[in-house]
């Protein structure tokens, strides 16, 4: 398993952000590339990244397993991350997320079968107003969830 050359562009166009002796600024950055290439991030990416930025591995995979929007075990097509915060649960997460469980037959941190979703349970988004909140592969927020939305939502992606 390797990077591709476009996904080490990638990574060379975030650690030119930084001065040369700060090259593991770039970490967070060059995770995020390796899990959009391989959906997830495997050990052999986590040593890839490392090698890439001269970090020791442990220092790669302390970030990894930290940070919630990091994989480190495979999902599905379509990461959907909840916010379950009291201001979101008050406002409509805890029925989203009901919602969600019942329309793809799956729990927290699960997978379809299909291998398309993973339901995940998150943290404060920083959108309290627009509750409930979601992110789909920690990139697409979709703000006031009704089940409505939540099912158009489904049918978009399965699309």
Known sequence: MALSE?????IDREVAKYP????QSALMAALA?????????????IDEVAHYLGLPPIAVQEVATFYSMFDIKPVGKYKITICTN????LSGGERAARHLQEKLGVGWSETTPDRQFTLVEGECMGACGDAPVLLVNNKRMCSFMSDEKLDALLAELKE
């Open 6 to 10: 476009e996904s080490l562009r990638k």
């Open 20 to 23: 040369p002796e700060g090259k």
């Open 33 to 45: 590339v390796a899990q959009d290439e391989y959906g997830w991030i495997p050990l052999d990416a």
């Open 86 to 89: 009291l201001p979101c649960a």
